[in-house]
């Protein structure tokens, strides 16, 4: 067999391998699918394939911000809007890439989550550049369950009444959201003059 | 030298040559038997048209999600992202990033025709690479199908058919690998989903369907009567469709069996009722839901199971079509 040929055969192979390993079962193949799987994540392939997995969604949940100003006065932020008007129907044109990481960041309620840490901080640069920092913004969860199919056939409404509860507090003027809202201010001055 | 002497040494050399023959074929009938481009020259125009119309959903927000002006910015998008590589992790002027987006359309758009195919194909995946990497948290689910295929493509000699450079240089086989990978990734993602779908919903009451339709997240109407109505229709397709998952790895085999035996007659193909119903559920998934750019990516991906020879008839019967309507009014007029 030529060289050059077995190069060629290796490309393909590699690829499939790149495809299949990371799906593999830990259980059974070890540390290998992590492995690959990490290596393709450094060029943002994912090979995990978990739509409607195990089950599909059977509630979904908005996050509600509230920022504590400076002088004691409270306001609630853009991403409240969602726990008002987002019950009804999504079309494309009505979302952006934001929510898919507000979606990311209201996973896991009760445990620590580096996509809420880092959307919350987010927010305290974004509202920075709006005026005054809040010094605080406390978030808070609103799920709503979605009723069974046979309970919604005899009578009953497609989702249940909201639930609240309490999620976390961002604090702007801590570190890293202190320092990342006064290099926004270097870099972006335009950005935070507020006339 | 005895004749013993010369078996002895000729017997494992004539043995390792024998093997290494067999092993040629089987590559060769596997991963390096060259066919004819057409079918791979449709899916890399179906797959980068889709790559194309959701690059551009970025316009008007390129410096807000990848540049400093982006709220998470600097040291802090590093170290919020630290597994990730991306060009925007270094250049971060907005005028910079915009330049290197206006560069990545236009490298799409000859992807798309076919012109200067392999760097333009790399340019493109550069910037796919750099966007997902400076910024994971806007992508969801269809853009990692995006990213994938994006990526299978560019290794692939996806401009050799239909396309200008073929135009300009003639049409050059390519190698079966690259649609059979293509075929592989779908199994993948099919068959991983499937299996993974483990919970109640799937298999014991079957509501998993209507949970997807209700869902105020991504559907597009508002109608839980309706489809607590129709449990008794969606509960057997919650069924089918897990199953028609799982297996489509198992149809994946088949098809390349099949296709290894030369597609005899007695071999069923498996492909219009498989791929029919997925293009039916991809369908009915795009009217019900809001699901990005991901039927479309899906459905373009099923084009490389079309042989060369029907994709030529497949682009041979479309013109001719075209060229009716076109001719049409003018023997009217």
């Known amino acids: 067999m030529k060289p050059l040929r077995l190069l060629h055969a290796l490309v393909p192979t590699a690829l499939l391998v790149g495809i299949v390993a990371p799906v593999l079962p830990t259980a059974h193949f070890g540390p290998v699918p992590g492995a690959v799987a990490r290596a393709l994540l450094l060029v943002s392939i994912k090979q995990s394939w978990a739509m409607y997995a195990p089950d599909p969604q059977r509630a979904h949940t908005y996050m509600e911000l509230e920022a504590l100003y400076p002088d004691g006065s409270t306001a609630p932020l853009e991403e409240s809007v969602d726990v008002e008007r987002g019950w009804g129907t999504t079309w494309a044109w009505r979302k952006t890439r934001m929510d898919i990481w507000r979606f990311y960041a209201n996973f896991h309620p009760a445990r620590r989550n580096d996509n809420r840490t880092w959307y919350l901080r987010l927010v305290c640069v974004r509202e920075a550049r709006r005026g005054e920092p809040p010094r605080k913004i406390t978030m808070h969860q609103v799920k709503r369950r979605f009723t069974p199919p046979a309970k919604v056939a005899a009578g009953a409404p497609g989702l249940r009444d909201p639930v609240r509860q309490l999620v976390t507090v961002a604090y702007c003027n801590a570190s890293p959201a202190r320092e990342m809202i006064e290099a926004d201010r270097r870099l972006n001055p335009e950005l935070h003059d507020h006339g | 030298m005895t004749t013993a002497e010369r078996r002895g040494r000729g017997g494992p050399g004539r043995h390792l040559g024998r093997i290494d023959r067999i092993l040629d074929r089987i590559l060769d009938r596997v991963w390096l038997a060259p066919e004819d481009p057409t079918a791979l020259g449709l899916v890399r125009i179906a797959v980068v048209a889709v790559l194309t119309a959701s690059l551009l959903t970025h316009v008007g927000a390129v410096s807000e999600y990848f540049s400093h002006a982006s709220p998470l910015q600097g040291e802090w998008a590093r170290e919020a992202f630290p597994s990730r590589v991306s060009l925007f992790f270094w250049i971060e002027q907005p005028w910079a990033v915009r330049a290197i987006f206006a560069l990545g359309v236009?490298?799409?758009?000859?992807?798309?025709?076919?012109?200067?195919?392999?760097?333009?194909?790399?340019?493109?995946?550069?910037?796919?690479?750099?966007?997902?990497?400076?910024?994971?948290?806007?992508?969801?689910?269809?853009?990692?199908?995006?990213?994938?295929?994006?990526?299978?493509?560019?290794?692939?000699?996806?401009?050799?058919?239909?396309?200008?450079?073929?135009?300009?240089?003639?049409?050059?086989?390519?190698?079966?690998?690259?649609?059979?990978?293509?075929?592989?990734?779908?199994?993948?993602?099919?068959?991983?989903?499937?299996?993974?779908?483990?919970?109640?919903?799937?298999?014991?009451?079957?509501?998993?369907?209507?949970?997807?339709?209700?869902?105020?997240?991504?559907?597009?109407?508002?109608?839980?009567?309706?489809?607590?109505?129709?449990?008794?229709?969606l509960g057997p397709m919650t069924a089918v469709v897990v199953w028609w998952e799982t297996l489509f790895a198992a149809f994946v085999a088949l098809h390349a069996v099949r296709s290894l035996l030369g597609r005899p007659r007695w071999f069923p193909d498996l492909r219009w009722p498989v791929l029919g119903f997925g293009v039916l559920m991809h369908l009915g998934i795009q009217g019900a839901l809001y699901v990005a750019w991901f039927s479309p990516l899906v459905l373009s991906v099923y084009f490389a199971f079309l042989t060369p020879d029907e994709a030529r008839r497949a682009i041979a019967r479309t013109r001719v079509i075209f060229a009716h309507r076109h001719r049409r009014p003018r023997s009217g007029s």
């Open chain 2, 106 to 233: 236009v490298a799409h758009l000859l992807w798309l025709v076919g012109r200067f195919t392999g760097p333009a194909s790399v340019v493109a995946w550069l910037l796919w690479v750099s966007m997902s990497g400076r910024s994971p948290l806007l992508y969801s689910l269809p853009d990692q199908l995006q990213m994938a295929m994006c990526t299978l493509l560019m290794v692939m000699p996806s401009g050799r058919g239909v396309s200008l450079d073929a135009r300009r240089h003639g049409p050059r086989p390519v190698p079966v690998w690259c649609r059979r990978l293509l075929m592989i990734q779908l199994a993948a993602m099919y068959t991983a989903t499937g299996v993974l779908k483990s919970g109640a919903t799937w298999h014991r009451d079957h509501t998993a369907l209507y949970y997807s339709l209700v869902n105020p997240y991504n559907r597009h109407f508002d109608a839980a009567e309706l489809f607590a109505g129709l449990q008794w229709m």
